[in-house]
């Protein structure tokens, strides 16, 4: 008895051995089908996936390819219709930018970047035609080339004309020069075929869709067509040589600067109401900037050679900045352009007018080339709210 019981539990004891081989064998089994089945589906996925790719790629290429065809279509079409007719031309441009500028006015604006390296302004660009992501990596150069539009010029009107009636002037008159004229091409006079201006700034800093810009010789609302970096290995050409006229300085310079003893009182109280609108952090900055802008004779050259009868200080004030209102940013002046000129007579007693961020500066400039600078109050034309 003792005997069937012992057979009977090493039987129970092999079954039960069996049973959980048999469970163990086809677990395992279940499990590598399981695992095979889905490696299997995510390899379809991945084929799926590269066959979506590729059918994306090839349409991209194929709209690439259509539109390049179309657009040579269109250049070739419009190549053919105004091969003899360039002013039926005209291309996509727009500004995209405008100049916020410590020169309110073309008179005073340099006539060359950087000479006044204390010239601030700011380049806001328009959110809708610039995403912000197009200003990143700028702040990594020091400077940058900005493609701007003489937007002030006084015979702008004249571009819209016919060739045979703008009446369009191929010379120009030089300050370099004491007035001789030369080509226009030869100079880098604002009064062009096409009124397109190129400068050069220091970049101070990039927030936003603004850049901050020392060095400038562009007028408050200037409107920018373009900027790029400047590049020191290949804009700055070692050999470059420029005609003998070009390198004579001191035609423009001054020999002093000076202020007069009730200006910083003048400064001070327009600087309360001009503060907060300001590029600069102090009237003791501004005033600096104003002896910068001085260093050079801002005068155009007629002002400098040409005697006539003086107006008194009240009316020279009250006309403030149109007293010199075509004189030419840059290296040249138009004589057809030079209205004003009634204002001035080479002396000592004649008062001139600079306007910078609103403030007109009022200084004098003897025959000795010393310059004294009397005041500063506020532009008639300026809101100091």
């Given at each position: 008895m003792t005997g069937s019981k012992s057979q009977w539990i090493k039987l129970s004891i092999t079954v039960a051995l069996a049973s959980l081989s048999a469970s163990l064998y086809f677990w395992r089994r279940k499990s590598?089908?399981?695992?095979?089945?889905?490696?299997?589906?995510?390899?379809?996925?991945?084929q799926q996936l590269e066959a979506s790719l590729k059918s994306a790629l090839e349409k991209c290429a194929a709209e690439r390819k259509?539109?390049?065809?179309?657009?040579?279509?269109?250049?070739?079409?419009?190549?053919?219709?105004?091969?003899?007719?360039?002013?039926?031309s005209s291309y996509p441009m727009t500004p995209i930018a405008i100049v916020r500028s410590c020169f309110s006015t073309r008179n005073g604006t340099p006539r060359q970047p950087l000479l006044v390296p204390l010239a601030k302004a700011s380049l806001t660009f328009d959110p809708a035609?610039?995403?912000?992501?197009?200003?990143?990596?700028?702040?990594?150069?020091?400077?940058?080339?900005?493609?701007?539009?003489f937007h002030l010029n006084t015979d702008l009107e004249k571009l819209w004309k016919h060739p045979s009636q703008s009446k369009f002037k191929a010379k120009v008159?030089?300050?370099?020069?004491?007035?001789?004229?030369?080509?226009?091409?030869?100079?880098?006079?604002?009064?062009?075929?096409?009124?397109?201006?190129?400068?050069?700034?220091?970049?101070?800093?990039?927030?936003?869709h603004t850049v901050l810009l020392l060095g400038v010789d562009l007028v408050d609302g200037t409107p920018v067509l373009d900027i790029k970096p400047y590049l020191p290995y290949c804009d700055n050409i070692q050999e470059a040589t420029v005609p003998d006229w070009v390198k004579v300085d001191n035609v423009l310079a001054v020999a002093s600067v000076n202020f007069s003893e009730g200006f910083s009182s003048s400064l001070a109280d327009c600087w309360l109401l001009m503060e907060k609108k300001s590029l600069y952090t102090s009237p003791e900055e501004f005033q600096s900037l104003i002896r910068q802008v001085l260093l050079w004779d801002i005068r155009s050259v007629s002002q400098r050679t040409r005697p006539q009868q003086p107006l008194d200080e009240t009316e020279a004030g009250n006309r403030g900045e149109n007293h010199i209102e075509n004189e030419v940013v840059n290296d040249s002046s138009n004589l057809e352009n030079c209205q004003e000129d009634e204002y001035f007579e080479n002396g000592d007693d004649i008062v001139y007018h600079l306007v910078l961020e609103g403030l007109d500066v009022s200084?004098?400039?003897?025959?000795?080339?010393?310059?004294?600078?009397?005041?500063?109050?506020?532009?008639?034309?300026?809101?100091?709210?």
């Open positions: 590598k089908l399981s695992f095979s089945n889905g490696e299997e589906e995510a390899r379809r996925k991945i259509g539109r390049i065809r179309a657009q040579q279509a269109l250049r070739e079409s419009l190549s053919r219709s105004n091969s003899d007719k360039l002013e039926s035609r610039v995403p912000q992501a197009s200003l990143e990596g700028l702040e990594g150069y020091s400077h940058c080339w900005i493609i701007y539009v008159r030089v300050p370099r020069l004491k007035g001789e004229r030369i080509g226009v091409f030869a100079s880098r006079s604002p009064h062009r075929p096409c009124p397109i201006g190129l400068t050069v700034a220091k970049v101070e800093a990039v927030h936003g200084y004098r400039i003897d025959s000795k080339a010393k310059v004294l600078v009397e005041r500063v109050t506020l532009a008639s034309h300026v809101d100091s709210q």
